[in-house]
C-alpha cells in the first residue's frame, strides 16, 4: 500500500439497490485495511447500464443514508442522485477531485472489477483512483488489461449478502430481518409497496 501524507478516503459507489449489512461489512473492512479517513457511499441515481427492479433513487439513498447516519466514519454524498441524466464514475470521481486534496481509493466488487473495461474511459479513472477490490464468495479476481491500474485486494470474509436476494425476498413477504439494517427494517418496507 502506497504511503503519503494526504489523507486517504474511500469512494463506495453503486445503485446500493438496496443498501445491505455486505455492504457496511466490507466498508469497514477497507477503511481499516487502508486506514480511510472516511468512506464516502455514492448511491447512483440513473444508471448508465439498465438496472433490473431499480428501487427510486431517492429512496435508495433515503436508506443508505439512514444506515450511515451514526457511523464515525461513514458518510453518503448526494452527487449522482440529484443529476437527471446516467452517471458515470469518472465524472463524479472528476468532480471530487477538485473538491478535495485526498488520495482517493474506489470500493469495487470482484464482479465489477473484472467488468472495469466497460466503464467510461477507464484508463483516465485508473489513473485518478486506487481500486480496493472486495471478495465475493467462492470467486477468484480475474484482474482487467488496463494501463496503469492500481488496485489491492480487500482482506476480508466474504459475505453471501445479495441486494437481488433482497429484492426477491420483499417481493415475496419474506423476513430480511438479518440482512439489512435493523434500525431501518420499517424503511424497507415500503420497497415493497
Known sequence: MPHNDK??????????????????????????????????????????????DLYPAGLRYKLVAGTVKNKKYFKVLDIEVRKKKPCYTIDTVKELIKRSKETLYFLIGADEFENLKTWKSPDKLAKMVTFMVLPRPEEKVKIPK???????????KPINISSTEIRKKIKEKKSIKDLVPSQLLFSYQELSV
Open 7 to 52: 489523507a486517504r478516503i474511500g469512494l463506495f459507489g453503486g445503485t446500493f439497490n438496496p443498501i445491505h449489512n455486505g455492504h457496511i461489512k466490507m466498508a469497514e473492512a477497507a477503511r481499516k485495511q487502508f486506514k480511510l479517513k472516511c468512506v464516502y457511499f455514492i448511491p447512483c441515481g440513473i444508471p448508465p447500464h439498465r438496472a433490473k
Open 146 to 156: 488496463i494501463k496503469g491500474l492500481k488496485w489491492h485486494m480487500v482482506h476480508a
